[in-house]
């Protein structure tokens, strides 16, 4: 069976606006017959409540769970990226399968690395595209910059939320929707 498999740092299900539009894309790609699975923070009031729901998307978490701290901040931060390489590696992806990074630029850049091993496909869902004004600093700027600008065009399609997001990869080059 195909699948789709969506790494991301968000509470999931029903952790924000975030969560629902993952939650209903995911259920699109059910739809059509694709097995989805989820890396993402477990929302674990909303699975306990609704756990027949909850069956249909395999979640695995996306945090490194250790009984030392220092191991689990080195995990879930520097070292996150690779992290979620041997996540993606066991799960044994193949050219028909895709995964959707939803994050920042480290999820990206992960995903799109270990893509060379396992040859799966790759799409972004751009749903945001802040004003350098934005940002409370530089450096969460040039980590957004890095993002849109440094990531987006290298998946092999793109969702972007707006027309405005659309109009400005197709002028790129980059398919998308």
């Not at 041997?86 to 992960?110: C, M, T, W």
Request: charged fraction near 20%.
């Amino acid at each position: 069976m195909k699948r789709v498999v969506v790494v991301s740092t968000i509470s999931y299900p029903r952790g924000g606006a975030a969560a629902n539009y993952l939650q209903y894309l995911l259920s699109a790609f059910q739809e059509i017959g694709y097995e989805t699975i989820i890396i993402a923070d477990p929302n674990r009031e909303f699975v306990a409540e609704n756990s027949e729901w909850y069956l249909k998307s395999q979640i695995i978490s996306c945090y490194y769970n250790s009984k030392s701290k220092i191991a689990k901040r080195l995990m879930n931060g520097k070292m996150y990226p690779y992290y979620i390489k041997k996540v993606l590696k066991e799960l044994s992806l193949a050219q028909n399968d895709i995964v959707i990074p939803f994050g920042d630029y480290r999820i990206h850049e992960a995903v799109l690395s270990r893509r060379k091993q396992d040859q799966y496909q790759t799409i972004a869902c751009p749903l945001e595209w802040f004003p350098e004004g934005y940002f409370s600093n530089q450096k969460r700027y040039l980590a957004e910059k890095r993002y849109f600008e440094g990531c987006l065009y290298r998946h092999d399609y793109l969702l972007p939320i707006s027309t405005h997001i659309s109009e400005h990869f197709t002028a790129l080059g980059v398919p998308n929707t």
